[in-house]
């Protein structure tokens, strides 16, 4: 069933030369900022008896907007009761350290057994929020920081700062390859134009902007902390691809483990048994979205990437021995 929503409210005048999207997002709080843009889209929207169907249209305040709408019974997910790191929460946040191998949420193949799940457990009401309150995702095999909104209002801020670049991502990873310095891969990112389920840099694909730094070289492999400066699906893994240094691990994007020549078994059977890309989300900062408070988090290497680490960095030592 769906339920007809009717509001009818006057532009205040502080949404001087604010868009429509913008300025309904500002009056009409309980929406979700990406359904008000769909109700635009979709001509349910009317500005002084005109239909808009268009985003950026200017307002001056002051004018008279009508929202007649539908709102469609979201599917509601089962709780249940997995385990979260909850580094951080408040009336208005949580901030996960999301494990290896937890899906963040429900999809072809993984129904459930996600982060929205556990989220509905921790927290029932965030069963009234798009997507739980999830802002932003990792994938499946990515560990890290991800900051999750308890209110309507609290996520609507959080999603434009993230559009705006507000939000600071930091991530460890390990490239396969000798990188001499740090750079930025600046290249636009969509869907594989064979392989729907991988992405590829492609002239038709979203902006995108990694930013990275050598924090420590081996023989064959670099550590690396890298910045994102947009959030596409699979950003890092994909630049880091395409410059010719893919992560150790990676099952879409990293091809075959990379041994050191002369490396000794132990190392070997260490990267042919990394299943997962080389990649942690390690530090997360914001501005709080109700308080305005610059907040910021950090969350440790995991222990499987620090054993890797630590092995590509005693092959390193022995054969600098080797050879000088």
């Known amino acids: 069933m769906a339920e007809k929503i009717q509001h009818q409210d006057i532009v205040p005048d502080s949404c001087l030369g604010k868009r429509l999207d913008q300025t309904i997002a500002q009056m009409f709080p309980d929406y ?61 946040i949580i901030v996960i350290n999301k494990p290896f191998g937890l899906v963040v949420h429900p999809g072809a193949g993984n129904p459930d057994g996600t982060v929205l799940n556990a989220l509905l457990h921790h927290c029932p009401e965030q069963d009234l929020l798009p997507r739980a309150g999830i802002v932003h995702r990792l994938d499946k095999d990515t560990t890290g920081l991800m900051i999750v909104a308890k209110s309507i209002a609290a996520q609507t801020n959080l999603v434009d700062a993230l559009q705006a670049r507000e939000i600071t991502r930091e991530y460890e ?52 902390r890298l910045r ?79 054993a890797i680490a630590d092995a590509l960095k005693e092959d390193a030592k022995l054969n600098y021995k080797e050879e000088y």
């Open 32 to 92: 979700s900022r990406s359904r008000l843009k769909d109700w635009i889209l979709d001509g349910k929207v009317q500005v002084n008896g005109e239909v808009i169907t268009k985003v950026r249209v200017k307002l001056a305040g002051g004018e008279q907007i009508t929202l007649n709408a539908e709102l469609e019974t979201e599917v509601h997910h089962q709780a249940q009761d997995i385990k979260l790191n909850i580094v951080y929460e408040d009336d208005d």
């Open 173 to 224: 990873a390990i490239a396969n390859g000798i990188m001499t310095a740090g750079g930025k891969v600046d290249e636009p990112i969509g869907r594989h134009s064979t392989k729907r389920t991988h992405m590829a840099v492609t002239f038709s694909g979203r902006p995108s902007v990694t930013h990275y730094r050598v924090v420590e070289k081996y023989r064959l492999h670099t550590r690396l």
């Open 228 to 306: 994102l400066e947009t959030g596409r699906t699979h950003q890092i893994r994909v630049h880091m691809s395409h410059i010719g240094h893919p992560l150790v691990g990676d099952p879409v994007y990293g091809g075959r483990p990379r041994p050191p020549k002369g490396a000794t078994e132990e190392l070997r059977d260490m990267l042919r048994g990394f299943k997962r890309q080389a990649l942690h989300a390690a530090m997360l900062s914001l501005y709080h979205p109700v308080t305005g408070e610059l907040m910021t988090w950090h969350a440790p290497v995991p222990d499987d990437m620090v």
